[in-house]
């Protein structure tokens, strides 16, 4: 049985560890050769081994998603060497946390500019290659159970994957006629380093875990294989989607621990 990403190149954002990480080998696994950027090249690198070592094919490319001019040319450069590029994941988000009565106007506009300008730089990159090319792809952003629920403490965050969202349903409704879909991923917790404090000791796991219908925390490959879907021909009609996968939490209303 044929792959279901063989031949095809994937650039996925935050690629060093957790989500990215673990979408960067769901998607080797699946035949694609998979670019993975991040700030730091050590645990690039190391997820690049692993990859390889799985008889996958990966390359890392040091660049910061929250500047412009490093970030596209980081997805340009990788459809220059590949000769295309045919998956977007945008992945990488920076956040601050704090009460809003609190927050610095510098702390605010933190949470825009990888998490929102960001996707935005990299969707538009996405968008020029694929409609250029003329075989369509397909763009998954990963937002956050943050920009659709009200969270106390991380106001900027939630404006943040708020907007992504949004974008993300503008940019398929731009890419569709070229055959480029554009689809969005929603977590709620899931065990990455990103979320390393909340669930540091057994009561606050056990208290997090209380919240979720399904009764546990996610685990990035989980977040990995729905974003696989998204990025495969499986999902050929579907775009404009938001998709949570966060085992039931987005579905309830909670009144009691």
Request: with cysteine; hydrophobic share 45%.
């Amino acid at each position: 049985m044929s792959k279901r990403l063989q031949g095809k190149v994937a650039f996925v954002s935050g690629g060093g560890s957790g989500i990215g990480a673990a979408t960067a080998q769901r998607l080797a696994d699946e035949g694609a050769t998979v670019v993975i950027c991040g700030r730091r090249q050590e645990p690039l690198d190391a997820v690049v081994a692993q990859i390889r070592a799985t008889g996958g094919q990966a390359e890392a490319v040091v660049a910061d998603v929250g500047n412009e001019v490093q970030y596209v040319g980081a997805i340009e450069g990788a459809a220059q060497r590949h000769g295309r590029l045919d998956v977007l994941v945008n992945n990488a988000m920076a956040y601050t946390w704090g009460a809003l009565d609190a927050m610095s106007t510098d702390d605010w506009h933190a949470n825009f500019t990888t998490t929102v300008d960001g996707t935005f730089w990299g969707t538009r990159t996405a968008l020029k290659l694929m409609k250029a090319d003329g075989k369509g792809g397909s763009i998954v952003n990963v937002s956050s159970i943050c920009g659709q629920l009200g969270t106390p403490w991380m106001a900027g965050y939630s404006a943040a994957k708020a907007a992504v969202d949004n974008l993300s349903r503008a940019a398929a409704a731009e890419g569709a006629p070229a055959g480029v879909r554009v689809n969005v991923v929603i977590p709620a917790v899931v065990e990455t380093p990103a979320t390393a404090g909340m669930l540091s000791d057994e009561a606050s796991r056990k208290n997090t875990e209380k919240l979720i219908p399904m009764g546990r925390v996610g685990q990035p490959v989980e977040l990995a294989n729905a974003i696989l879907f998204l990025a495969s021909d499986e999902a050929s009609y579907i775009t404009g989607a938001a998709l949570p996968v966060d085992g039931g939490r987005s579905a309830v209303l909670v009144t009691a621990l």
